[in-house]
Nanobody, 124 residues
């Protein structure tokens, strides 16, 4: 049974940085991604990375500020978040897919396993 465990959330002032990490175990996962869900809003795609790390996708709202990376030897995926804004406040979820070796899905239903979520709060 696969498992995803996030860490690294917290509170920061606008303009600050945070680094989220997600440790995966139990299965071989290919595409990995981060989604977020703010209060009263739907869960949305933030960033995704292919199995080899050669392809990444970012939501327009975070391009140039966030960087996704992965270490397959350690079974981890990270999200470096810089220049944080209050509108980045949300619960961030790690997601992993067991089927897509080459592409990076950006839709929720493409991902098979999810972490429990970690809160990121950005104050102005």
């Amino acid at each position: 049974q696969g498992q995803l465990v996030e860490s690294g959330g917290g509170s920061v002032q606008a303009g600050g940085s945070l680094r989220l990490s997600c440790a995966t175990s139990g299965r071989t996962f290919y595409a990995k991604a981060w989604f977020r869900q703010a209060p009263g809003k739907e869960r949305e795609f933030v960033a995704g990375i292919s199995w080899t790390g050669g392809t990444t996708h970012y939501a327009e709202a975070v391009k140039g500020r966030f960087t996704i990376s992965r270490d397959n030897a350690k079974n981890t995926v990270a999200l470096q978040m810089n220049s944080l804004k209050p509108e980045d406040t949300a619960v961030y979820y790690c997601a992993a897919d067991m089927n897509q070796r080459l592409v990076v899905p950006t839709i929720i239903r493409a991902y098979d396993y999810w972490g429990q979520g970690t809160q990121v709060t950005v104050s102005s």
